[in-house]
Nanobody, 123 residues
Framework: QVQLRESGGGAVQSGGSLRLSCAAS????????MGWFRQAPGKEREGVAA????????YYADSVKGRFTISQDNAKNTLYLQMNSLKPEDSAQYYC?????????????????WGQGTQVTDL
C-alpha cells in the first residue's frame, strides 16, 4: 500500500495562496486515482480535487473550480494542490488519498490510502 505524507499547510490571509504537497512512497497496483480531500470540524469529508493517474484527467469540486489546481511531478513522486484566492470556507484539514480504478473520485470511502492531513486556515 502506498504511503502518503502531506505538507505545506498553514495560515494565510483571505485571497492568498497556498501550495500543498503529497509525497508518495511505495507502490500499489491499485493506485489509479490520487485525490485531495478536506474536512472541517463538524462537517463531512469532501472531495476537493483528484486526478486519474497516468492519463492525467483532473476533477474538481464546484466550490474550488478556477481557484485550485491539482498536479503531479512523477519524477518526485509528489502530488500538489495549488490553492489560490483562498476563502474562509476553505479552512479545513486537508488529506491526500490514493484509490483504485473503480471508484468515484469524490467518494472518500472508496480510497484505500490516506495521509495524516495538513491544516489550512484562512485568516
Amino acid at each position: 500500500q502506498v504511503q502518503l505524507r502531506e505538507s505545506g499547510g498553514g495560515a494565510v490571509q483571505s485571497g492568498g495562496s497556498l501550495r500543498l504537497s503529497c509525497a508518495a512512497s511505495g507502490y500499489s497496483f491499485s493506485t489509479y486515482y490520487m485525490g485531495w480531500f478536506r474536512q472541517a470540524p463538524g462537517k463531512e469529508r469532501e472531495g476537493v480535487a483528484a486526478l486519474y493517474t497516468g492519463v492525467g484527467t483532473t476533477y474538481y469540486a464546484d466550490s474550488v473550480k478556477g481557484r485550485f489546481t491539482i498536479s503531479q511531478d512523477n519524477a518526485k513522486n509528489t502530488l500538489y494542490l495549488q490553492m489560490n484566492s483562498l476563502k474562509p470556507e476553505d479552512s479545513a484539514q486537508y488529506y491526500c488519498a490514493a484509490g483504485g480504478s473503480w471508484i468515484r473520485w469524490d467518494h472518500a470511502n472508496q480510497y484505500t490510502s490516506w495521509g495524516q492531513g495538513t491544516q489550512v486556515t484562512d485568516l
